[in-house]
């Protein structure tokens, strides 16, 4: 069985490349896997599942779906996690893909290896504000009260977010923007694992750690700006793989 995972694609109608990548990511690579875990922040902003009502003509959003849609009909099973940036993203856009949306964080197995998926923000535990707001963020109370607003304003809001967001990666300190190896640590622990896989970070790679007499393993995926990342399971174990954008 071929399992697949990717984060941090950022779709978004200002970067057409990125699109046309992840398309070509999904027939070349997809198409032939069992699984793909889509670990958050698919969209550089989801603004709530009614936008795809309000903008039918949206191509990227409609071209991506029913890619989807199609490779979930020919057997391949779709998971979703919400990120940072698309925290919104609903049950309304799960069912036009047929995919199922996981918790943060989920346990699944990878060849009888308890595996823990994140998005991987939930790590960051040194940057203070932002923890604080990803715990309001993800309030049903929170959710309710955007999705109450108009398309026009959570769009304004959506765009505010990225804004701050780009100002406060320019003057924060790179420790702090990363996960705590403390909180990764401590995580695995709580839920039993020896192997982590998340994003979020931008910094792909894969780390070794031995704590208590274990092995510990985390595969960080990368971002999706000119090159396309994502980890592939098979009879092999697990593979960190790139490839330019055409």
Partial sequence: MVTLFVSDVHLTQSRPDITRAFLRFLDQHASKAEQLYILGDFFDFWIGDDYIDHAPKDELVQEVIAHLSRLSQQGLTLYFMHGNRDFLLGQAFMALCNAQLLPDPTVIFLDKIPTLLLHGDSLCTQDFDYIKFRTLAR???????????????????????????????????????????????????????????????????????????????????????????FLQHDEHGLHLQTFTFA
């Fill in 139 to 229: 309030s049903e109370q929170w959710i309710t009260q955007q999705l109450r607003k108009s398309i026009h304003e959570r769009l304004a809001f959506a765009q505010q977010l990225r804004q701050d967001s780009k100002n406060k990666n320019t003057y924060t300190a790179e420790n702090i923007l990363d996960v705590c190896e403390d909180e990764v640590i401590r995580v695995m622990d709580a839920f039993q694992v020896n192997q982590m896989i998340h994003g979020h970070t931008h910094r792909p790679g894969i780390h070794n750690y031995h704590v208590n007499s274990k092995d510990k393993k985390r595969y960080v995926l990368g971002d999706w700006d000119h090159q396309g990342w």
